[in-house]
Every structure is written in C-alpha cells, then in structure tokens.
C-alpha cells in the first residue's frame, strides 16, 4: 500500500500525517459529554452533608452505648440558643439567711425551685420560717425551704392579693378592699384600718447568686443526645432544613443514576 | 456581613424550634401542658356541701401519720399542716397530688368513715382529663380506708393511668387523715 492510497480518501473518518512530527491517526472528535463532570460536581456538593448526616447518625445509634442522655450541656451559649435563659430581671429578697428569688416565673428558695401558683409578690420573714406571697397562695416555708403549708383562696381573705408586709409582728396582706393581719396561726384574717408598709422584693446584682440560678432555671441543661439529635435532623437550619435535605437527597439520587450511567458507558466502551 | 446574618438566622431558628420541643417534652414543658383547667373552685365545692365555708381546722403531720401517708402516697405529702372542714358529720379535704407532672387539685367529702363524694377542682395535666368525669368519681362514693387502699375497686382508664392512681392516693389520704382526725 502506498502513500498515495492512504490519504488520498479525504472522505475517511480519519486522517494521516496531521504533524510533521508524528505520524498519529487520530479518531474524530467526539461531542464533549458533562456527565462525568455533572457527577463529580454533584458529588462534591453532597459530600458534605451526607458526611455529617452518616457522622451524627452513627453517634445516636450508639448514644445508650456512649452515654449521651446522661450527659447535659449547660454551656451559657448552648442554653441561650435553645432559649433555656431566664428573661428580664431577677427580684430577691434575703430573709433569715436565705435568699427568696423570682425569675421570669420561677421561684428560687436559694437555688431550688419552689412550686408557687401565681405571680410572687414578695416574701416575709416569720418566726418560724418565712412566708412566700403570691397574687392566689401564700406558701408558708420552714428554715430549710420545706412547706409547712399552702393558703389558697379557701384561706384566705379574699384574692387577688396586692401587697404584703408586717403588722406587729404578724402576717399582713392587702388584697383590693384592705389590708388583713393573720392570726398566729395564720387561721383568721382580721381587716384593718391603718396602712401597712408593703415589702418588696429588690432587683438581684449579678454575682454567683444569679449566675447559678441562670443556669437552673430551665431546670436542667440540654442533653447531649438531644443537642446531637438536632444537628443530626438538621433543625440548626430552621425551616430551611426539609427543603435543603430535600435538594440533598435529590443531588444523591443523582449521583446514583449518573455514576449508573457512567459505569455503563465505561462498560459499553471496553 | 451578609453571610454572618445569613448564618446566625437559621441557627437561632434552630435554636428556637428545639427550645420549644425540649421545653414542651422535657422539664420544663410544664408550660405547655400547664392547661389548668378549673372544673369548680374550691370555696364553691365548699360552700355546696356546708352551705357556708366551715372554721379552717389544721392537723399538724405527727411522725407517724408523716410516714403513713408516705406509704399510701410512695413520697412524702407536699406540706407539713395540712387543712381540712368539718362540718354536720362530714369532713371536707382539698388535696394535691401529682399525675405525671401537674398537682390534680381534689375536693373529697368525707363522712362515717366513707367518701361521699370526690370531686377533681382543678386539673392542670394536659392529658388523663378523664379522671374529672363523674362517671369516673362516682366510683369512688362509699369506699372506705382497707390498711392503706381503698376497699372497692376502681376501674382505670386507658390513657390516664398516672392521674387514676393519683386520685386513688388522695381518696385513701383523706379517709386515713379523716380516721386520725375522728380519733
């Protein structure tokens, strides 16, 4: 076969002697295909949050084994976010050494919550303990925070009570017609003309006081399972979050189909 | 700027929906299921049985009667003194016992020895409202303290397990208070 028969058939697919260099036959070019690159820029963008999804999730399969509900995180920043921080001002008063507090509706003896029905007024030091006045209930605590007993509105003389304070020594609540002094046995309540000073709760400074009772009044910290349970269904995202695992799940499914599609290809080609 | 705002928003948001979940489920949820519901006031359920609300009577918890009602209730009662009204034979007791996280307010009439009526005054749980039903309370009129449970039976309710058992607690702690205060 001479030079001439060989490239003398323009109308062949292919030619000879492109360079003077080389002598290559080269195979027409082929239109540029974008699965492959579709497939790895698919799979760069579902790395990520499939790595992190696989990583929180095998974190909570195991969380019995690693003990995560055990664990509570009580981090200032941690219960911040999740909105487990008191609002607004704290109010106190100290009584017989103990500190009687209220914060965004809960009710500290020292540092332990107390259960009180209604909005605190103030508290008031007896002889035998304290009294703790709320707008419905008067709770009657011992020295050591124990309730001794609870006045509701079957005790008392008439609610909602206003204001509270000393009147010769004895317990004394104003309610809207006037203000009542209780018995010794805090049994009867007597109205009476004269004007009572009322005694109020003042705000608390800051101290470890109130950084203590910060971190107990939601009660507890986050645990850890839960705090790994929302990075895992990704609530960090807010409402975001179903539609941006919706495009992730849909950019798997993807990438499942084009590496198919790839493979095949590869396949086909030998 | 831009991608600070734009990353603080939806973490804050997250933030915000898990608070609302932990609080509603864990502890604190109390704010959530705190739906207090008022069936009668106390001073009313008073005042239906007595005409007028009685002398305020105070029974100051001995030892004994302290781990009485422990027994009865499996944990101490809330306070030391507790209150109660007397009054043409029948003995009137409002009492608080937990069903699963809210105190269930209870008015119980007491009289020979055997209740007379239980009334649920005031229920704060969000479920197990069942337990206020009469068809529910009448099944407590006629019992009578047996050791420390009551001796009729009591059917339960599906769905209200802890607030059925909280009230049996209450109609035995106030035939066991009516037995100390009778004495």
Request: overall charge positive; aromatic content about 10%.
């Amino acid at each position: 076969m001479s030079d001439s028969d060989t490239t003398s058939g323009s109308a062949a697919s292919f030619q000879v002697g492109c360079s003077v260099v080389c002598d290559v036959v080269r195979k027409p070019k082929r239109k540029k295909r974008k699965s492959r690159s579709l497939h790895r820029l698919l799979g760069m963008i579902s790395a990520l949050p499939l790595v992190w999804v696989l990583l929180t999730g095998l974190v909570l399969n195991h969380s019995e084994d690693f003990g995560l509900d055990s664990v509570e995180l009580e981090s200032p920043l941690i219960l911040s976010a999740y909105g487990m921080t008191p609002a607004g001002g704290a109010e106190s008063l100290v009584l017989h050494g103990h500190s009687i507090t209220s914060w965004d509706g809960v009710v500290f003896f020292d540092q332990r919550p107390l259960d009180l029905e209604g909005e605190i007024i103030t508290a008031l030091p007896m002889g035998d303990g304290m009294a703790i006045v709320s707008d419905s209930t008067v709770l009657r605590v011992d020295f050591e925070g124990s309730v001794i007993e609870k006045l509701d509105e079957l005790s008392l003389p008439s609610i909602p009570l206003l204001e509270a304070g000393i009147f010769d020594g004895k317990m004394a609540l104003r309610s809207s017609d006037s203000w009542h002094v209780a018995d010794a046995d805090w049994i009867e309540f007597s109205a009476i003309s004269e004007t009572v000073t009322p005694i109020r709760l003042q705000p608390l400074e800051d101290g470890d006081l109130k950084e203590a009772l910060r971190s107990r009044w939601s009660g507890g910290g986050v645990s850890l399972s839960r705090f790994v349970l929302d990075l895992h269904a990704g609530n960090f995202l807010g409402s975001f979050a179903a539609y941006f695992y919706d495009f992730v799940v849909l950019c798997t499914l993807w990438l499942i189909a084009t590496g198919i599609i790839l493979q095949y290809r590869t396949n086909r080609r030998g | 700027m831009i991608f600070k705002s734009s990353f603080i928003t939806p973490v804050r948001s997250f933030f915000g929906r898990a608070a609302f979940f932990v609080l509603a489920i864990t502890f604190l949820g109390s704010f959530v299921s705190a739906a207090e519901k008022v069936y009668e006031k106390p001073s009313t359920f008073m005042t239906r049985h007595f005409g007028a609300i009685p002398q305020t009577q105070v029974i100051t918890l001995s030892g004994t009667q302290s781990k009485q009602l422990k027994s009865i209730l499996g944990h101490k009662y809330a306070t030391k003194k507790i209150r109660y009204w007397q009054a043409n034979g029948k003995a009137a007791w409002i009492l608080e016992e937990k069903g699963k996280s809210e105190p269930i307010t209870t008015g119980i009439i007491v009289k020979d020895g055997k209740i007379s009526e239980l009334k649920v005054l005031v229920y704060r749980e969000s479920h197990g409202w069942e337990v206020t039903r009469p068809f529910f309370t009448k099944q407590f009129v006629g019992s009578s303290l047996d050791g420390k449970v009551l001796n009729k039976k009591v059917d339960g309710i599906v769905g209200a397990t802890l607030s059925v058992r909280a009230l049996k607690k209450l109609a035995a702690v106030a035939l066991y208070l009516s037995q100390e205060t009778g004495k």
